[in-house]
Structure formats: structure tokens, C-alpha cells
């Protein structure tokens, strides 16, 4: 089974400042761990995944995240807050299928990121 | 290439109503998924679609919810009769498989804009 938690459901910043979303996951198999930004009246969209390989992920936007296995965590960041950074995030787990790639996903509650001008 | 579509975009019901949600996948892609996010809660899992097969349900709440893909193209996400406790976000997602070297690779998911319903 796999689960996600997120830190904090509202997490503000000022505009500039390094953006730090935190996520831990639980998984009895190798996961693959994603984050998913859903900007105002838009849908999901993947901003990064880690499958195999390097642990630290770079996705769109500036955004990057890194995969602890000793900690379990894949903690989003981004060195400097923009103000079109607004929006809801969603770290995510998948668990690695026998035969290659992904399973449905779960996903942890979310975290709405403000960017304070 | 066109994304994941929904329709509607909003929805807006009575208890004991019906509503019917579709989605219409990124071309080519075999594998459908139907999400569910409830007022402030996670986004859940409710099944996944390989092709016109259903390959996994076990996300679905009750018999109310009803999921077809006929044909292995677009799906319908069916809630009769709607309750209260059925508002919230349905999102579809889409993915391909991929042969590489002899082996099946199930790909990233392409989430759509979601359907916002609400049940008064």
C-alpha cells in the first residue's frame, strides 16, 4: 500500500524566497514519486517525476526535488518565489509495476503555496 | 496535440439527480484513469480503463457510479442518483503503454481540467 503526507495545507512565501514543499510517502514497493501543481481553474500538471537514476529531479518552472529513501521524503523546492508560483500542490506515489512504469496514483492532500509580494 | 478534455466543465445538480461525466483521452493513449478530489481532501483513485476493459475498480464508491468506455476511446462517468457527498473534483487521466525491448511500459499520467460538481 502506499500513502502521502504533506506538510502544511497552506504554506505562504514572500515573492523572492526559496519555496520549500514538504512531502513524505510510504510505499511497500519502489515508488515513483511525482509533484503535480494545479494553478486557479486549471487542471494537474506534472511539474516533475522520479523514477530511477538521480536523485534530485529537475522539473518546469525552476522547480526540483529531491528523493531521500532514508528519510522517505521528496521535498519540492525552488530558490526564488514568483508570484505566478501561486497555487495548489500535489506530491504523489506510484508504485513501480513488475513490468515497468506505473500504477494508479496516490496522492497526498495538497498544499497551497501563496507568493506575498 | 490536444490534452486530456472534459466535459462539462462545471456541473451543477439536485439530490437524486443523474450526471454523466466524459473524458476524452490523449490520442492513442489505452490506459484511462477517473480521480475523485472531495471538498479539501486528497485527489482519490476510483478505476482504470485499458482500453474498453475496466483493469481496476476497486476505487469506486458504490453502485451509484457507473464507468463505461465503449469502443476504448472517450469514457462516461455515470453518478445515479447523485448525494451531497458526491461533490467535488473528477478528474480524468490518460497514458500510453510503451514496447521496449520485449517489455510493456505503462507511462506517465496526462491529467484533464476536471469536472466540478456539486449536489445541492
Known amino acids: 500500500a502506499q500513502s502521502v503526507t504533506q506538510l502544511g495545507s497552506h504554506v505562504s512565501v514572500s515573492e523572492g524566497a526559496l519555496v520549500l514543499l514538504r512531502c513524505n510517502y510510504s510505499?511497500?514497493?519502489?515508488?515513483?514519486l511525482f509533484w503535480y501543481v494545479q494553478y486557479p481553474n486549471q487542471g494537474l500538471q506534472l511539474l516533475l517525476k522520479?523514477?530511477?537514476?538521480?536523485?534530485l529531479v529537475k522539473g518546469i518552472n525552476g522547480f526540483e526535488a529531491e528523493f531521500k529513501k532514508s528519510e522517505t521524503s521528496f521535498h519540492l523546492t525552488k530558490p526564488s518565489a514568483h508570484m505566478s508560483d501561486a497555487a495548489e500542490y500535489f506530491c504523489?506515489?506510484?508504485?513501480?509495476?513488475?513490468?515497468?512504469?506505473?500504477?494508479?496514483?496516490?496522492f497526498g492532500t495538497g498544499t497551497k503555496l501563496q507568493v506575498i509580494p | 496535440e490536444a490534452g486530456v478534455t472534459q466535459f462539462p466543465s462545471h456541473s451543477v445538480i439536485e439530490k437524486g439527480q443523474t450526471v454523466t461525466l466524459r473524458c476524452d483521452p490523449i490520442?492513442?493513449?489505452?490506459?484511462l484513469y477517473w480521480y475523485r478530489r472531495v471538498m479539501g481532501k486528497e485527489i482519490k483513485f476510483l478505476l482504470h480503463?485499458?482500453?474498453?476493459?475496466?483493469?481496476?475498480e476497486s476505487g469506486m464508491p458504490n453502485n451509484r457510479f457507473l464507468a463505461e468506455r465503449t469502443g476504448g476511446t472517450y469514457s462516461t462517468l455515470k453518478v445515479q442518483p447523485a448525494e451531497l457527498e458526491d461533490s467535488g473534483v473528477y478528474f480524468c487521466?490518460?497514458?500510453?503503454?510503451?514496447?521496449?525491448?520485449?517489455?510493456?511500459?505503462?507511462?506517465?499520467?496526462?491529467f484533464g481540467p476536471g469536472t466540478r460538481l456539486l449536489v445541492l
Open positions: 487521466a490518460s497514458s500510453q503503454d510503451l514496447n521496449f525491448q520485449g517489455r510493456n511500459f505503462r507511462e506517465t499520467q496526462y
Open positions: 510505499s511497500s514497493v519502489p515508488p515513483y
Open positions: 522520479y523514477t530511477t537514476g538521480a536523485t
Open positions: 504523489a506515489v506510484s508504485p513501480m509495476l513488475s513490468s515497468g512504469g506505473y500504477q494508479k496514483v496516490t
Open positions: 490520442s492513442g493513449h489505452d490506459n
Open positions: 480503463f485499458v482500453k474498453e476493459s475496466k483493469q481496476d
